[in-house]
């Protein structure tokens, strides 16, 4: 049978404090660098969800160490990488871009594969530079999953021209490995480039392992090198305080996210930015980043290419608005979890908004309100995005909203707490 959620609808304000585990992207790139170390480290606080648990098992197939401790924490151990294995990605971008280039380094040959949707989403720029690199890849000419990378122990690296116009991993990915490589790399990024915080992100935290990382005109050179070894606690996950912050927004509530950092390379740090376009006052304070609405949200007009992990709540909000929003520069969100233009299309004309879809984006003006079934098409952020709108529609019904289980595996339960009604997600 299909489990569906009744989204609580929820008009009153909300007045919470909802903390949140660790950051999805900073997660991953902890463990590809660990694994890659020249040493034993510890990661405290992890996300722990099936996006991060993906990378952890993939890791393990392929011969490092990852050890649960108490608390959730994991001790990674790296070791000598090998194939032949098979690993699953599920759905995880992450998983598909970060670990192949770091499978070239196996003994062996490593197959990739995952969810059916897995599929579908791009990765021609990944293997064509991984080719470039040296590296052997089968894909049977289809520029996806599920292909396999033909480990030799060693990558000879040098000078590459990638095309990550269909997402920012594709960089990412080749720059984590990039300092094992024998030459390192040096990257020319061709076409343009979604999401340039989360390179950003990569390189910092490379530069936190030593790795010496150069930003050029034309893309970045990373030098080869030792990776060293590093503890780190994970800093919570910004972009999912999106609904929890946004709930402030739709009941005139107020909503603290305890422990936002002080600086962060998460692009979801913007929502500072973009939550208090929307009419929100936003504050920092001792007790973390805190949201107040009043009831009422502007429109946003917006280029959303930086954090389009944002958009599905931001286009929940703009559907619940005083006036039409526009979103662009989020074409490549056709290759998310689901073709997500498409799906918003879906969701925010089924409770009532006039939506268009643009070439690179959506333009969503509201409506007369009215109950749905949704779908969550496998999509966490799209149960998170009917949530909100939940908050204002009753009678909104997600089914499959296990999907959220991505990144944020009791999701239903913390939202009924951010109600105040902890027992609400049973029932
Ligand atoms: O590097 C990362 O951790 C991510 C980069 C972005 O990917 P795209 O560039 O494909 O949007 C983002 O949307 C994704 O959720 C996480
Ligand atoms: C695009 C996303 O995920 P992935 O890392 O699978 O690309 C996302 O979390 O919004």
Redesign the pocket.
């Known amino acids: 049978m299909r489990d569906v959620w009744s989204a609580p609808h929820h008009p009153a304000p909300v007045d919470a404090v909802a903390p949140l585990p660790g950051s999805?992207?900073l997660t991953?790139?902890a463990l590809v660098l660990a694994a890659l170390s020249d040493g034993p480290s510890r990661l405290v606080r992890p996300l722990r969800a099936r996006d991060t648990d993906l990378m952890a098992g993939a890791l393990r197939a392929l011969g490092v160490g990852i050890e649960d401790v108490e608390g959730g924490d994991w001790l990674v151990a790296p070791g000598a990488l090998r194939g032949p294995v098979t690993v699953d990605a599920g759905l995880a971008?992450?998983v598909l871009r970060f670990l192949p280039p770091l499978a070239a380094l196996a003994d062996g040959p490593v197959t990739v594969d995952g969810d059916p949707r897995l599929h579908d989403r791009p990765n021609a720029g990944l293997i064509d530079g991984l080719r470039g690199l040296g590296v052997r890849v089968d894909d049977g000419g289809r520029g996806r999953a599920p292909f396999t990378v033909h480990g030799t122990g060693a990558v000879r690296g040098g000078a590459v021209e990638v095309d990550a116009s269909?997402?920012?991993?594709i960089v990412?990915g080749l720059l984590l490995a990039a300092a094992r490589f024998d030459e390192g790399i040096d990257l020319t990024v061709a076409g343009g480039l979604?999401?340039l915080p989360?390179v950003d992100?990569?390189v910092t935290t490379l530069r936190e392992h030593g790795v010496q990382v150069t930003a050029t005109d034309r893309g970045w050179q990373v030098a080869p090198g030792p990776i060293a070894a590093l503890d780190r606690v994970l800093e919570p996950d910004l972009?999912n305080a999106a609904p929890f912050l946004a709930a402030a927004l739709v009941t005139g509530g107020r909503v603290t996210v305890p422990d936002w950092p002080e600086l962060t390379t998460q692009p979801g740090a913007q929502l500072q930015r973009l939550l208090g376009l929307m009419g929100a006052d936003v504050e920092r304070t001792p007790e973390g980043l805190q949201v107040t609405g009043t009831g009422s949200i502007s429109p946003l007009v917006e280029d959303l290419g930086e954090v389009?992990?944002l958009a599905p709540v931001l286009a929940a909000l703009a559907a619940l608005a005083d006036g039409p929003s526009r979103f662009t520069g989020i074409a490549?969100?056709r290759?998310?979890e689901t073709d997500r233009l498409q799906a918003l299309d879906e969701v925010l004309t089924a409770v009532g908004a006039r939506v268009r879809q643009l070439p690179d984006g959506l333009e969503v003006e509201p409506g007369p309100r009215r109950p749905a079934l949704l779908d969550s098409y496998a999509d966490h952020r799209m149960v998170m995005a009917a949530a909100v709108l939940g908050l204002a529609i009753d009678g909104v019904e997600v089914a499959d909203p296990g999907a959220v289980t991505k990144t944020l595996p009791d999701f239903r339960e913390r939202w009924a707490r951010l109600l105040g009604d902890p027992v609400g997600a049973t029932r």
């Open positions: 999805k992207s991953a790139r971008g992450t269909e997402s920012s991993q990412s979604p999401s989360h992100m990569t972009s389009s992990e490549h969100m290759g998310h």
